[in-house]
């Protein structure tokens, strides 16, 4: 690979292409949509929007998904929990650019563990924003229906699911639906224009890369003598590898995504360690609450993964690519290579969340569908290596966590019993 010559200045996207630097394909990356590129889209044909899922992020996708597209209508919302579900439409209705997008009388407000399906057949495009266990269900209905769909992160907490829904997104590919990730860092133009830069040589050949997600302590909802133990799990349901895959992969997968973005392909194999030092107690489920991991690429380039939810500690979100002739900052949108530095300095308005919907309904508008789901799954994918290498206290491979036959599921979906969740315990917890 030829390099780009050393020069007083930065160098554009266009200097580093025409030295020869090739830009990396890498497998698993298929297309994020250059949202800068995107104008909102009109239409004359009113598109139907439905939510599942109606907490604080659903809410915001609900909003964000309402001002993509001028011709849009929220017409059904879904939640286990009808006091989330009319505190999420009181919010919607709060807000005076969206007054007029908002139908969703009673008979469309759909509760408990079916609301998906009432929600997938009263619309066009659904926004999928529960807690991550129900993903692969929710997607695999919506697209056997036909729709068009926004899917948050993560996409699965285990492999049986994420199997599911690697083929439920090769379904929508096959129908010609669009696809739209949650794992919103891909559509903000500052990212994408660094992570165009080492693609295109600007700091040389990768030779390591480093991650840190260090967050505070998160909500908790409490207990009510009068919730049965699904429903304590499900209110609280961040704290239950079960629903939530725990945080590496609910929190941590944004910062493992960009990694594996910025390196052009995903790690074959981990080793982690992790555990519980601050929430110790009962109320906060099976889950750890730090984890540190290597993963290994292919070519033998390693990066190394940091996360925590620590109250009253320290909070670091950072990812650094380290190259043959530099290194890239992709948090705050930095190349350092040389004789020159490289600041990303867009203009106007750059929100990530917005982009993400601007895309997706332009997609629909002018049929050229978005298909992000090989992507969310091997992020999900790589999450999950780093969780169960820290839970069994064994290096894992990229392979091994695939095919793995661990299933999380309850034995039903009903109130009452909860699933046992057990605290892993490294070198007793076996892999399966």
């Given at each position: 690979m030829s390099q780009p010559k050393k020069t007083s200045r930065a160098p554009s996207r266009r200097d580093l292409l025409r030295s020869g630097a090739a830009v990396v394909a890498g497998a698993g990356l298929a297309p994020y949509a250059s949202a800068k590129k995107i104008l909102v889209p009109g239409g004359s044909e009113l598109l139907r929007v439905g939510l599942v899922g109606c907490g604080g992020r659903g809410g915001g996708a609900a909003a964000n998904a309402l001002r993509a597209d001028e011709n849009v209508k929220l017409v059904a919302l879904g939640d286990t929990f009808s006091d989330q579900l009319e505190g999420c439409l009181k919010n919607l209705e709060g807000q005076e650019d969206l007054q007029d997008k908002l139908d969703v009388p009673p008979e469309r407000r759909f509760v408990g563990f079916d609301a998906y399906k009432g929600v997938i057949e009263a619309c066009d495009v659904v926004l999928l924003a529960t807690s991550p266990h129900f993903r692969p269900l929710h997607v695999e209905a919506a697209v056997a229906a036909g729709r068009h769909l926004f899917v948050e992160k993560p996409v699965a907490t285990d492999a049986v699911g994420l199997r599911r829904i690697r083929k439920a997104g090769e379904e929508a590919a096959g129908k010609g639906l669009s696809l739209v990730s949650g794992l919103c860092y891909r559509y903000q133009w500052a990212k994408q224009e660094t992570v165009e830069r080492i693609h295109a040589g600007a700091i040389g050949e990768i030779i390591a890369m480093q991650t840190t997600y260090n967050a505070g302590g998160l909500w908790h909802r409490g207990d009510s003598p009068d919730w049965?133990?699904?429903?304590?799990?499900?209110?609280?349901?961040?704290?239950?590898?079960?629903?939530?895959?725990?945080?590496?992969?609910e929190q941590h997968i944004h910062s493992l995504d960009k990694l594996a973005w910025a390196k052009g392909s995903y790690p074959v194999k981990a080793s982690s360690s992790g555990g519980r030092v601050q929430r110790t107690g009962e109320k906060y489920g099976n889950v750890y609450d730090h984890f540190n991991t290597v993963y290994e690429w292919a070519d033998g380039v390693r990066g190394f993964s940091s996360c925590r939810q620590w109250t009253d500690s320290d909070t670091d979100v950072s990812d650094f690519v380290y190259g043959t002739r530099g290194s890239a900052n992709i948090q705050r949108h930095t190349v350092k290579s040389g004789a020159w530095d490289w600041r990303y300095r867009g203009e106007g308005p750059d929100d990530m969340y917005q982009n993400e919907h601007d895309a997706l309904f332009r997609a629909i508008r002018s049929n050229e569908p978005i298909n992000n789901s090989e992507y969310a799954c091997d992020s999900t994918l790589m999450a999950m290596m780093g969780r169960l290498a820290a839970y069994t206290g064994r290096t894992v491979?990229?392979?091994?966590?695939?095919?793995?036959?661990?299933?999380?599921?309850?034995?039903?979906?009903?109130w009452g019993a909860a699933p046992d969740c057990p605290i892993a315990v490294p070198g007793v917890t076996q892999f399966v």
């Open positions: 049965s133990r699904m429903e304590y799990q499900m209110r609280n349901w961040l704290y239950f590898t079960w629903l939530s895959g725990d945080h590496i992969a491979t990229r392979e091994q966590v695939l095919n793995s036959t661990l299933d999380l599921s309850p034995a039903q979906y009903e």
